[in-house]
């Protein structure tokens, strides 16, 4: 067990509902590589689902399609059981899919209190009228979002550095405001691009902790890329596995564990 | 023993994210109001008005308007002479198409209206960033001066090719033509000062300045969780241009009264406010202020020191001048990017836990 501890629910017992995101047959192209070959796979309500897979395979290309940033060639992209149209990165942000990036994305001249806050702007609505004299909604809203965002940094324990500009701090904590950035927005999923790469040990189960919490508490469908196995076997509900752009594998981590194309990708596989 | 958090306890988030969260700074920036409204418009005399006041606080509004796009917003621009003189022009052809209103209006207009012209020229920003977008921006300069040259419409087929502010009064006090009092002046281009900074650091702090200030550092995460970049963009290229706009009118009609396009409002006048950000700290409405009192006294200083000190001529002084202004652009890129702001800021720091700092 890395973390979360024993006390964890079964899949079953947990509000796990029905598929929240369905990709469809998605193929995505560079040029004349295939990044991604006709990968479908779906993510339920509630649910943490990981997708596993050596160096290369696709993985940040596939959470890249599902935010927006890439546009597949084929395929389609379901979203709360309606087909996504072509949308802008800020558009998908909206509909409620937020993101942490693999090399940290943060606002380096900010504070942290300043970037979480940015993570709730599509929550906010005041006119720029409003906000230019700093009266009546503006006012209300900026005080409401901070109650919000204070939550938020008592439940990742980042209060000593709230006020911090981000460019100062340490590693493992830059990984933790961004996870509070994300988690800030309210977000139906949350996709998580390697949370733990480059992570002691003390600091991967905290990261484990805090995921395993934000899927409790607040009920957030968790997408998630992680290469440490150990972390995604005891995480993850469903693990997506894939080689070369392709699905080798999907289902629970205990039959992933055991498949043979799985075993054979990660060990490799003698040719002759 | 003064400058201290300590005691000083914020019960509400509203009073934990104010602009002066010390009590003695707030006690300041409440004295200095006072003085510059109460006081000095009692002792001010046509050489410190006209030299020294009047044109350090236009030049800290439009310092502020580039600040907004450049500081928070990361959109660097050379064309702030060409949209001061949009600012001119607009509240001139304004002043002599209505002259029955009043002229404070004419300004805020002229100030609308090259918001519009900088929206204008900050669609291109959506698809070009950096050293590409500054050209962009270097065109925009040289072609508003030229168009304000070229069409006779924009200066009422005047012979000279200049324009020149009518007299206009407010509340029976002229603040514009040649019988305006220096403390009139003064006062004007204070009360927008004052009015305009306010306005900036509440837009700065909300929401909307994060927004530009999240595609000032990373545009790309910025989109990813949320930021429209082309309204962000275009917001800061409006407003910015609303302030530039507002410094150019004043400095037409309430300051040198006269103007001619390309001397006034040329690309040397583009790049000393971009010197002034720079000096003063990008990303602060203070370092606006300070930038600009920098190099609005730093001419007048030298010039008092060299010719009437030390009795240097006046064509030398100007040039050492030059040189010390551009040492020291290069002094402040090098050693605090930040600028006059950081030190202030790092100097606060520092007070606060003076004479114990361990």
């Known amino acids: 067990m890395t973390g979360g501890g024993e006390a964890r629910p079964a899949a079953e017992d947990r509000r796990i509902g029905p598929a929240i995101l369905e990709m469809r047959n998605i193929t995505l192209r560079f040029g004349g590589v295939t990044a991604i070959h006709d990968i479908s796979f779906d993510v339920r309500e509630g649910e943490i689902r990981a997708i596993i897979g050596p160096n290369g395979a696709g993985k940040s290309s596939m959470l890249n399609v599902i935010s927006g940033f890439y546009r597949p060639q084929e395929g389609e992209v379901w979203f709360r059981g309606e087909r996504r149209r072509r949308l802008r990165p800020y558009e998908v942000a909206r509909q409620g899919i937020a993101r942490t990036f693999q090399n940290i994305a943060l606002f380096q001249g900010m504070s942290v209190l300043d970037n979480i806050m940015t993570g709730r702007l599509n929550l906010m609505g005041a006119s720029i009228l409003a906000q230019a004299l700093w009266w009546g909604r503006a006012e209300r809203e900026e005080v409401a979002h901070r109650g919000k965002v204070e939550r938020i940094i008592d439940f990742l324990e980042i209060q000593h550095v709230r006020k911090t500009p981000v460019g100062r701090l340490p590693y493992g904590l830059k990984k933790r405001v961004e996870l509070a950035r994300a988690l800030a927005a309210e977000p139906r999923i949350l996709l998580l691009d390697e949370p733990m790469a480059g992570m002691n040990v003390e600091e991967k189960e905290d990261m484990c902790r805090f995921i395993l919490d934000a899927n409790d508490e607040f009920g957030t469908t968790i997408v998630l890329i992680e290469h440490d196995m150990g972390v995604v076997m005891d995480l993850s509900d469903r693990v997506v596995v894939m080689d070369y752009g392709r699905k080798i594998a999907d289902g629970p981590p205990e039959t992933v564990r055991t498949d043979r194309a799985v075993i054979d990708a990660y060990l490799g596989v003698a040719h002759g | ?358």
């Open chain 2, 1 to 358: 023993m003064l400058y201290r958090e300590a005691g000083d306890f914020k019960t509400s988030y509203a009073a934990d994210g104010q602009t002066f969260p010390i009590a003695f700074d707030r006690r300041r920036y409440q004295a200095v109001l006072v003085l510059a409204f109460g006081v000095v418009p009692f002792l001010v005399n046509d050489y410190w008005a006209n030299a020294v006041l009047v044109p350090f606080l236009i030049y800290a509004i439009a310092a502020i308007g580039l600040n907004i796009l450049t500081g928070y917003c990361g959109q660097v621009s050379l064309g702030t002479g060409g949209f001061m003189a949009v600012g001119a022009y607009a509240c001139y052809k304004l002043m002599t198409a209505f002259p029955e209103v009043s002229v404070l209006l004419h300004i805020l207009l002229a100030g609308t209206v090259t918001a519009l012209v900088g929206m204008l020229f900050g669609i291109p920003s959506l698809r070009i960033k950096g050293f590409y977008l500054a050209v962009a921006t270097l065109a925009a300069q040289f072609f508003l001066v030229w168009l304000f040259n070229k069409v006779p419409w924009f200066y009422n087929h005047s012979a000279s090719g200049q324009i020149s502010a009518p007299e206009r009064s407010v509340l029976g006090l002229a603040v514009t033509g040649a019988a305006t009092a220096p403390w009139a002046k003064y006062l004007v281009c204070l009360a927008f000062a004052v009015g305009l900074a306010w306005i900036a650091r509440n837009l700065t702090r909300g929401s909307l300045g994060r927004q530009w200030m999240a595609i000032r550092d990373m545009d790309i995460a910025a989109e990813i969780i949320g930021v429209n970049p082309l309204r962000a963009k275009l917001t800061a290229f409006a407003i910015s241009s609303f302030y530039v706009g507002v410094a150019g009118a004043l400095m037409f009609a309430v300051y040198l009264g006269a103007v001619e396009v390309g001397e006034a409002f040329g690309v040397n006048k583009a790049f000393l406010v971009l010197f002034m950000i720079i000096i003063g700290g990008l990303g602060s409405i203070f370092g606006s202020f300070a930038g600009a009192a920098f190099l609005v006294l730093l001419p007048v200083l030298l010039k008092n020191l060299l010719v009437d000190g030390l009795g240097w001529s006046t064509a030398l002084a100007a040039h050492v001048e030059l040189m010390i202004v551009g040492a020291l652009i290069v002094f402040f890129l090098v050693v605090e990017p930040h600028g006059l702001a950081q030190l202030w800021r790092l100097a606060k720091e520092k007070l606060r836990l003076w004479p114990f700092p361990h």
